[in-house]
């Protein structure tokens, strides 16, 4: 049975029921909190492996907390929201959440993306023996072993899923890799028209990562086709 410990930040009772059931039936350690104040106080004194975070909460909302846990960690981070909107969806991604899961939600499909989240995290977070320990792209270094990346020598922090697009585009530097091609590595799941999802991604590495996104100096959009990192 898993150990790794879960942040769950909502104010609704019902719904912290339902699911603190299910993420004890698969061994996860909980930790719980109903606003955003609470959740950074938590994060401040324990070792987190993922975040469930409600958007609508008192205090502190879900989008204000995501943005100040972003400022100091990379954990992996689901946030709820009853909105299901695409701009909802995609402010979420934008300021740095990892998935996106419309209430009312199947639990046993919230379960699935824990997994999945915690997986994806441990194995971009981890070196594995067949991997070059540092990519370097011009004034761009990725270290696999540290999952850290510079541009200029001037360290750049990046979400987990931001740097497995990144790692992706780099270890295939120069070639041309779909929309499709992108989300199905990455996120290990099918497609579903989610352009939206990873045209976020690509904007926030951009804007970390270029001097000038307007006219990027590493990852290059090849209209009608996908994307490609270009030394």
């Known amino acids: 049975m898993s150990r790794e410990t879960v942040l769950l930040v909502d104010d609704e009772k019902e719904i912290v029921q339902l699911i603190e059931i299910y993420l004890k039936n698969e061994g996860y350690r909980l930790l719980k909190a109903t ?3 609470e959740a950074l106080q938590l994060l401040n004194s324990n070792v987190v492996d993922l975040i469930i975070l409600d958007v609508m909460m008192p205090q502190m909302d879900g989008i204000e907390a995501c943005m100040k846990i ?3 960690s990379n954990t992996p981070i689901i946030m709820l929201s009853a909105k299901s909107q695409d701009m ?6 934008s300021i740095g ?9 199947n639990p046993l499909e919230l379960m699935a993306r ?10 971009f977070n981890t070196a594995s023996p067949q991997d070059d320990t540092e990519i370097q792209i011009d004034g761009l270094v990725i270290n696999i072993a540290t999952h850290s990346v510079t541009v200029d020598d ?4 990046l979400t987990p899923r931001e ?9 295939n530097c120069g070639i041309v890799l779909s929309m499709e091609k992108i989300y199905q590595e990455v996120w290990n799941e099918p497609f579903m028209e989610s352009k939206n999802t990873v045209m976020v ?6 804007e970390k990562i270029e001097k000038d996104s307007q006219n990027p100096r590493y990852i290059k959009t090849v209209w009608g086709i996908g994307y490609k990192m270009e030394a």
């Open 154 to 157: 001037v360290s750049v922090k």
């Open 114 to 123: 824990v997994k999945s989240q915690l997986r994806r995290y441990k194995q």
């Open 88 to 93: 909802d969806k995609i402010t979420g991604l």
């Open 35 to 37: 606003n955003g104040l």
């Open 163 to 171: 740097f497995a697009v990144l790692k992706l585009l780099a270890v």
């Open 97 to 105: 959440a990892d998935d996106y899961v419309t209430k009312p939600f």
């Open 70 to 72: 972003r400022e100091q």
């Open 201 to 206: 991604h690509i904007r926030k590495i951009r």
